[in-house]
């Protein structure tokens, strides 16, 4: 299992898509890869765009298929965030 | 290229402004004004700094400004843009709760220090900065990744206390919405490109539903759709196209897929933009909680998908 505080990175507004693909390149899929779960913790992040939502997971549902759900947990995050990562998910799932 | 700035350009009448843009001789620039009152849309501002940016200040014809409201202009630095001395003087004053002035942002650093230090300069309740926030955010973000213009894109903002409004322009110089559009799909007019480019799906990047790693095709729809729902104008113009999103009509809210549903106004024939400008006002009265909007949207973009899904579905050969 890996932890990965989120507000370190981008701070309270989660919009940076080359941080999120950063993330995802050197974290995510290293860390699926070796089929660890991961925990993305929003924590004191108050807001995101769907960019930067779209960049950080849209890849590995291609990649992973939907099952990657199933092994990644979004935690503290307000509904916003939640609308938002609701609305990538939905999107890629209705998409791929 | 010549402007003319009249009394009076906010998104509800721009389009006799846009007409009188002479985009002829593009090294040069010539702009006259109003010579009583000048009240414009920040829009236009950027539209003006961002031609600014790739002339030289010898070639830039500025009238001398007479109208009691030419210290607007020098505050918000268009003067500093175009690198010419416009012989007025201000006090300078803290831009807070009231304005962002003219700014350049050309890079994604640049662009997460701007949305930090815009926030707080708003002075705004949660709800409204959110939405604010994260338009600015989508639309530079999109002429940094789609634009491929040397000067990135101009930003500028203005409060307004008796409309309670935020009215927001960003301008660039870049290959426009067509040559963007063009790298995947084949519109046929910038007015068709800007359609495209408003439809959740579409990117300029693929073919493929679902867009790339990078681009998912529906950063326009989601900030046409905050507009929609807070009946607010939205406007964008690129080439010789104009989409106008108009104030909603009764109090019943729907968003679609095909902007051409929603309540708005077209052109196809205005003097050509080279690059991408686009104006949003946000009405602070009735800005609805985001993550509500947020909620009407994901319903709309799933319904939008399976349409376009079923629209490419093949159909059995009966004999």
Not at chain 2, 36 to 44: G, R, Y
Not at chain 2, 244 to 270: C, N, V, W, Y
Request: proline share 4%.
């Amino acid at each position: 299992m890996i932890h990965i505080k989120l507000f370190k990175e981008v701070g309270p507004f989660a919009e940076n898509k080359d941080t999120a693909r950063k993330i995802r390149l050197k974290k995510l899929i290293p860390a699926l890869d070796k089929n660890r779960k991961i925990i993305l913790d929003f924590e004191n992040i108050d807001g995101a765009t769907q960019s930067f939502i779209h960049a950080l997971i849209s890849d590995l549902m291609r990649k992973y298929g939907n099952e990657v759900l199933d092994k990644i947990e979004f935690k503290s995050c307000n509904d916003t965030v939640k609308a938002i990562i609701t609305i990538v998910v939905d999107y890629m799932q209705e998409s791929i | 290229m010549k402007i003319h700035i009249p009394n009076s350009v906010w998104l509800g009448n721009i389009d006799p402004f846009l007409q009188g843009f002479d985009p002829g001789k593009t090294d040069r620039l010539e702009l006259t004004f109003n010579k009583k009152w000048m009240s414009i849309h920040p829009m236009v501002l950027s539209m003006i700094a961002s031609l600014g940016l790739s002339i030289k200040p010898s070639k830039i014809k500025c009238e001398k400004l007479e109208a009691t409201s030419k210290h607007y202009l020098k505050r918000m630095k268009l003067f500093d843009f175009l690198k010419i001395n416009s012989g007025i003087n201000i006090t300078e004053h803290e831009s807070a709760g009231r304005f962002i002035p003219l700014t350049q942002i050309k890079n994604s650093a640049a662009l997460t220090k701007f949305i930090t230090d815009v926030t707080p300069l708003l002075h705004l309740e949660a709800k409204h900065a959110e939405p604010i926030r994260y338009i600015m955010s989508e639309l530079i973000r999109n002429v940094l990744e789609h634009a491929m213009s040397k000067d990135g894109a101009i930003v500028s903002a203005q409060y307004y206390k008796k409309s309670n409004t935020i009215r927001i322009g960003i301008a660039d110089t870049g290959i426009g919405i067509w040559k963007s559009i063009n790298e995947s799909h084949n519109p046929k007019t910038d007015l068709e490109a800007i359609k495209m480019a408003l439809t959740p799906g579409i990117t300029g990047t693929t073919k493929k539903e679902g867009g790339t790693d990078r681009n998912a095709g529906a950063g326009l729809f989601f900030i046409k759709s905050i507009a929609s729902v807070n009946s607010d104008f939205f406007v964008i113009y690129s080439g010789k196209g104009l989409y106008k999103l108009l104030k909603r009509q009764g109090k019943k809210i729907e968003l679609h897929a095909d902007p051409f549903m929603d309540r708005h106004s077209t052109r196809d024939d205005l003097p050509g933009w080279q690059g991408t400008v686009v104006g949003i006002d946000l009405s602070l009265d009735t800005t609805q909680e985001f993550s509500l909007l947020l909620g009407l949207l994901n319903k709309t973009l799933k319904e939008a998908i399976k349409e376009r899904k079923k629209e490419r579905y093949k159909k059995p050969q009966f004999t």
